[in-house]
């Protein structure tokens, strides 16, 4: 059956699906955490969720050190099977009682060995900019649309029991880890040393933030997930003030609007974005930061979801491109898995921050509206701040295309 598979799908489309599957269950663990957090009617559900998204992403800053180079030593593809396999024993946990908290730190725990080998695989499948640009695209539209329906699914899932959730999750992450042994075991470099690459982490971060597209793209990533992080989590508590919906299968309904906009945007990047030009993504950032910040203010579901869907298009459309940029600069400088690393230290590290900051202005009983207001300005100083790198980095692609 393995063989026939693999005849049939090449190597690219396997990391799509065996992508797509994984993240259908990272997203459908959200719902089945709140799910969970609104039956035990605790007294601020609103932070028990803030907290436990915390969890996870404390498990990414914490091993970050580690798992670029691990990414890098090993065959990417088994880095990518033992990812799902550390999510899953992460979700079975759940079933023995173990506290969500401590649990989805474990998934955490696979999220961050499995992100290095998702991205460094790309780089290893395609030739040049321009196939690893629409290879991103295609993951990330694939990763987007992961985000739409497993956040649907798990709204619906866990709207009135968390068992099914649960077992929809686990059969998920073990179908994507079945997906992973379709993908060529390219060796990776077995001189790597641990110790010595663990030492060299903040050395790597160094050279990114030194590089002019590295620190651009590294900053505009973490403003958009910083953005998704704590967009996602406030929408929870907004819905039921300004739209009366409480309802955990509608909720997932309307955030999906966000993930609907990021897969279309995966399809209007090659004529907005062009090869060579990767740069002009900043000016949409620039956008999805204004209609997060309109967002607040509704009080119609047709606007809400229109501007969300606004939102996910510009989201996409800023992202992509960015990635695709540090790919490149970073596969020259230091490597495909320690460049991922760097990135997810940075991007999470960052987004801790952004949620402890909205955490801090929700029990400062400021309203939900102004506390996501409170989060755009300080997203918009990122996106002032990269406004004055923006010359020089038109230059740098000027130069490249003259050399």
Not at 301 to 312: E, K, M, P, Q
């Amino acid at each position: 059956m393995l063989q026939g598979l693999r005849k049939k799908l090449s190597p690219l489309n396997t990391v799509v699906w065996t992508q797509f599957l994984s993240a259908f269950s990272d997203n459908l663990n959200f719902f089945l955490v709140v799910g969970m957090v609104n039956r035990q009617e605790v007294d601020n559900p609103d932070g028990v969720v803030t907290y436990i998204q915390m969890a996870i992403l404390c498990a990414y800053v914490l091993l970050a050190p580690l798992v670029g180079a691990f990414a890098d030593k090993k065959a990417k593809s088994r880095v990518l099977l033992l990812g799902n396999a550390l999510k899953s024993v992460g979700i079975l946990l759940l079933l023995f009682g173990v506290p969500p908290v401590l649990c989805y730190f474990f998934v955490g725990i696979g999220a961050v060995v499995y992100s290095p080998g998702k991205y460094g695989i790309l780089s290893e499948l395609t030739k040049s900019e321009g196939e690893l640009l629409r290879a991103n695209a295609w993951v990330e539209g694939s990763t987007i649309f992961a985000i739409l329906t497993g956040t649907v699914a798990g709204g619906l899932l866990a709207a009135n029991s968390d068992l099914p959730a649960i077992l929809v999750c686990l059969f998920i992450y073990l179908l994507s880890l079945a997906m992973t042994l379709l993908i060529p075991a390219k060796a990776g470099n077995p001189n790597i040393d641990y110790k010595k690459s663990a030492g060299q982490f903040f050395s790597d971060m160094t050279i990114l933030f030194r590089n002019p597209r590295g620190k651009f793209s590294l900053l505009g990533t973490s403003a958009f997930w910083v953005t998704a992080a704590v967009l996602r989590i406030a929408l929870i508590a907004w819905l039921p003030v300004n739209l009366g919906i409480e309802d955990t299968d509608e909720q997932s309904m309307i955030i999906g609007a966000t993930a609907f906009g990021v897969v279309v945007s995966a399809v209007l990047i090659p004529k907005l974005v062009p090869e060579g030009k990767l740069y002009r993504s900043f000016f949409y950032g620039i956008v999805m930061v204004a209609s997060v910040m309109a967002a607040s203010f509704t009080h119609h579901v047709a606007f809400t979801v229109s501007l969300l869907f606004i939102t996910g298009v510009m989201g996409g459309i800023f992202l992509i491109p960015l990635n695709t940029m540090l790919q490149e600069e970073g596969k020259t400088a230091i490597g495909s898995g320690r460049t991922i690393a760097v990135q997810n230290f940075v991007e999470n590290a960052i987004t801790v921050v952004g949620l402890g900051i909205y955490l801090f202005l929700t029990e400062m009983d400021m309203s939900v509206n102004w506390a996501v207001i409170g989060m755009g300005c300080v997203l918009t100083l990122f996106l002032l701040y990269l406004s004055t790198q923006f010359g020089t980095i038109r230059a740098t692609y000027s130069r490249k295309e003259t050399t």
